[in-house]
């Protein structure tokens, strides 16, 4: 079997969420198949400049093909059409529009999905938001895989998407919230789809106390490992816990991650920087409970391998997916407010037992769920499924000129809007009904 | 497929949420929301405000009046040079820019301007070329007058930015000593409130000292002529003994048990309220009750005066109250410890003290703490 990759970034050193989903996921199936990774020439995110040679590489044994982004982004564009598609009605036209002008726009990488995607038995897709997965899709829909990594922002609700969803053989789905979410914004209840997440390497044996010798950190500890951005609700964690720190002088909060916001001075807060992945392990071993302040997530790695190490966590109530993470692995408990912050820290941090029980219940779930001959397994059983159905998917057609044009969509935000949400509980692989909780 | 039934025996996240959630709410209890403060914060500011005549309002008001958009100067482009007026006569159609070639040429062009009269008349395209030549330099002076004014109006304009700006600055202050105003004004409010009380407690006291003068002068002018029949009754045996009289006792609880308000009517309903809602204020003053309550006639021996049993107005002591609910006109100066002091060393005479005269005590209030001050903070 042979498989295609396509991702908008690819490298060794890249942290973005999608972009290590998808370089993991290419090095676990490239033991059952052949893996050729297709992606673009840049590595910032921001401004898609081609910053590597374009051709073919080798990352970690995968080979990478990589092509030229033919334009920059160009930051002041893409505001004004993002806010014309978001807050305004508008057209399919400005829907592709705001669409090149996200980026990353690499015609030659369509080109040759056009020309080449008939070498692959599947193209697995990353991230449906970015040019390269729509155009992308469209070349190659009989082979398109999508990974959506899609989370409840605005973007969600832009119609041309709704033909990727639709258009796909299969879609893997990182949480149920997302599958729902996206089954209500597409109705493509029809095109087969699992949930599958990503799977973690966490060392066997962390070593807790290289961590505490090494910072001089002796009481309690809270961690928190990510990007510390305002968008990852850092801004309020770390208002949360200064008025929470007078009340638990001992309690100390550990950042891993690069800062993209001031980090308040503050002597219970201590900020690591980034540090290798030992490190990582050693000081999440080491903490009594991992913070995840964020508001949207669409499968929180960081989660996972907090539980995957035995530790609980306290998650952001109003991120639907982390709390129906929470609540269906039965490891972690949820704050909405200031008062439950700091009631939910509270009871962990005065209740061993507590913490206990919710970090075993965590590495169960992990290792249930979440390890990756599981994710794998579940990669190849639906390749299976797909090869045995053979149902060639029709992508749905672009409307004509005059009907791309007529300002009749209504604005992204307001489709997302309208969606449900809340966590979703009673689930399972099979596909069944998912009732939604009730998060009041 | 498996199912995400992992169940701990112990630990069911749904439950602790609402265990959670629960003791929020046993722990909140009966305190009020910051919304419900902030509410209750603006009724008492009204109250206070009210009675001074003030709109309540006036804060608020001046809160919402939109302050205006700065003024911005005109951004205009600054008018590219003027092109060189171009001189044009009859000549101007044949001359050439090639030296000494285009003399030549010219004189060419000259030689066969007949022929080409054959074909149009150059002269009128001459004049209408001529002429819009004009057009043009007049065009240039109006334009260079108009960039001229639009310059001085852009300068004005600027200058009137600067006033703008100085304006809304001003406004900003405006709105502070508005504020403070009010702030001070409410603060105020209260005081005098308090003031008045004092003033009350004041011309109590000052009334009860005359009383108990004229009582005293009273005893001291009956004495005198007493101590005289006195001698002369014992000398006749025939004049009957006037009969002591025994003090009455009437003992606190007994006061309380009748029902009688011990408060004289010249209080204010504010201090009736205050004094049936503060019972132990009535308690932190034991001694001058008790000395009230138990007075020792038999120590002195001296008979009690008529005048001496005159209702004494006695000022209750207003205590503030913490409560959020009560009004600024219920919140009262707690008694000082000096004050408590001076009511101590005052010199009761006990001895003509009847029953229902209690001592008056002044308390200077402290400043009372408003709801401007909390807002302040």
């Known amino acids: 079997m042979r498989l295609a990759v396509v991702v908008q970034r690819y490298g060794a050193d890249l942290n973005g969420g999608a972009e290590l989903h998808a370089r993991y996921v290419a090095e676990h199936l490239a033991r059952h198949a052949e893996i050729e990774v297709l992606t673009t020439c840049a590595t910032d995110y921001i401004t898609w400049r081609n910053e590597l040679p374009d051709g073919l590489d080798r990352v970690h044994g995968i080979p990478v093909r990589r092509f030229p982004v033919s334009r920059e982004r160009d930051a002041d564009d893409f505001a004004r059409r993002s806010t014309q598609v978001f807050d305004e009605p508008h057209s399919i036209a400005a829907e592709l529009a705001w669409l090149r002008s996200e980026g990353p726009t690499s015609p030659r990488l369509i080109s040759y999905l056009r020309q080449h995607g008939d070498e692959y038995d599947y193209c697995i897709f990353f991230s449906y938001r970015y040019y390269h997965a729509y155009h992308g899709i469209r070349a190659t829909g009989q082979r398109a895989v999508l990974v959506p990594t899609a989370e409840r922002d605005p973007a969600l609700g832009l119609r041309i998407f709704g033909s990727s969803f639709r258009g796909v053989r299969a879609v893997m789905y990182n949480s149920f919230e997302e599958r729902a979410l996206i089954n209500a914004v597409s109705n493509n209840g029809n095109v087969p789809g699992v949930v599958v997440g990503i799977g973690s390497e966490v060392p066997l044996n962390p070593e807790p106390q290289r961590f505490r010798q090494t910072t001089g950190i002796d009481g309690p500890v809270l961690i928190y490992v990510g990007r510390i951005d305002e968008n990852k609700g850092c801004g309020e964690l770390f208002h949360y816990f200064q008025r929470y720190a007078r009340l638990s002088p001992q309690l100390t909060l550990v950042l891993i991650g690069n800062p993209v916001m001031s980090i308040p001075a503050h002597p219970q807060i201590q900020h690591l920087g980034y540090v290798s992945d030992q490190e990582k392990f050693d000081a999440m071993a080491a903490a009594d409970l991992l913070v995840m302040p964020s508001y949207y997530e669409s499968l929180s790695m960081v989660t996972l391998e907090a539980w995957a190490l035995g530790r609980p966590v306290m998650v952001n109530g109003r991120c639907d997916v982390l709390c129906g993470q929470c609540i269906r692995s039965n490891a972690g408990l949820y704050y909405e407010n200031y008062e439950e912050f700091a009631e939910t820290l509270q009871i962990i941090m005065a209740n061993a037992n507590l913490r206990s029980a919710l970090g075993s219940n965590g590495r169960t779930y992990f290792d249930m769920h979440y390890t990756w001959p599981v994710i794998e397994q579940k990669y190849l059983d639906m390749f299976e499924r797909l090869t045995l159905e053979d149902k060639a998917r029709q992508t749905e057609p672009l409307p004509n000129w005059i009907h791309r044009h007529r300002t009749t969509l209504p604005p992204g935000r307001q489709e997302v809007d309208r969606l449900p949400g809340g966590p979703t509980t009673l689930v399972s692989y099979d596909g069944g009904t998912e009732p939604r909780a009730d998060n009041s | ?377």
């Open chain 2, 1 to 377: 497929m498996a199912e995400f039934n992992i169940q701990s025996d112990s630990v069911d996240v749904a439950k602790i949420m609402e265990q959670i959630r629960q003791r929020i709410r046993e722990k909140r209890g009966e305190d009020y929301t910051e919304q419900q403060i902030r509410e209750l914060a603006t009724v008492k500011l009204e109250k206070s405000l009210d009675p001074q005549q003030v709109r309540s309002d006036l804060v608020e008001h001046y809160r919402q009046l939109e302050p205006p958009g700065k003024l911005e100067p005109i951004q205009h482009e600054v008018p590219l040079p003027a092109p060189e007026a171009v001189a044009f006569d009859r000549d101007t159609i044949y001359v050439s820019s090639r030296g000494s070639m285009g003399k030549l040429i010219r004189l060419i062009r000259k030689i066969l301007n007949p022929i080409l009269m054959l074909f149009f008349n150059p002269d009128r395209m001459v004049s209408a070329l001529m002429r819009q030549a004009e057009i043009n330099a007049a065009n240039l002076q109006i334009l260079q007058r108009q960039t001229d004014l639009v310059k001085q109006i852009n300068t004005q304009f600027e200058r009137a930015g600067r006033k703008f700006a100085a304006r809304e600055e001003l406004d900003a202050l405006n709105y502070e000593v508005l504020n403070n105003l009010v702030v001070e004004m409410t603060r105020l409010a209260v005081d005098m409130k308090n003031h008045r009380v004092l003033v009350e407690s004041v011309a109590g006291r000052l009334d009860f000292g005359e009383r108990r003068t004229r009582a005293l002068e009273s005893v001291l002018q009956s004495r005198s002529p007493a101590s005289v029949e006195g001698d002369a009754a014992a000398a006749s045996p025939a004049r009957p003994k006037r009969r002591r009289r025994r003090p009455r006792r009437r003992p606190e609880a007994a006061i309380r048990g009748t029902g009688v308000d011990p408060v004289p009517s010249s209080e204010t309903s504010d201090q009736k309220e205050t004094t049936k809602s503060q019972p132990a204020t009535e308690s932190s003053v034991p001694s001058a009750d008790k000395q009230v309550a138990e007075p020792e006639p038999s120590k002195t021996g001296i008979v009690e005066s008529p005048a001496s049993s005159v209702t004494q107005p006695s000022v209750q002591h207003r205590v503030p109250s913490t409560s959020l609910k009560e009004s600024p006109d219920e919140i009262a100066p707690p008694v000082t410890p000096t004050m408590n002091t001076a009511v101590e060393n005052e010199p009761h005479i006990q001895t003509t003290t009847p029953d229902s005269v209690s001592p008056v005590e002044t308390v200077v209030p402290p400043f009372p703490k408003t709801d401007t001050d909390s807002d302040k903070q």
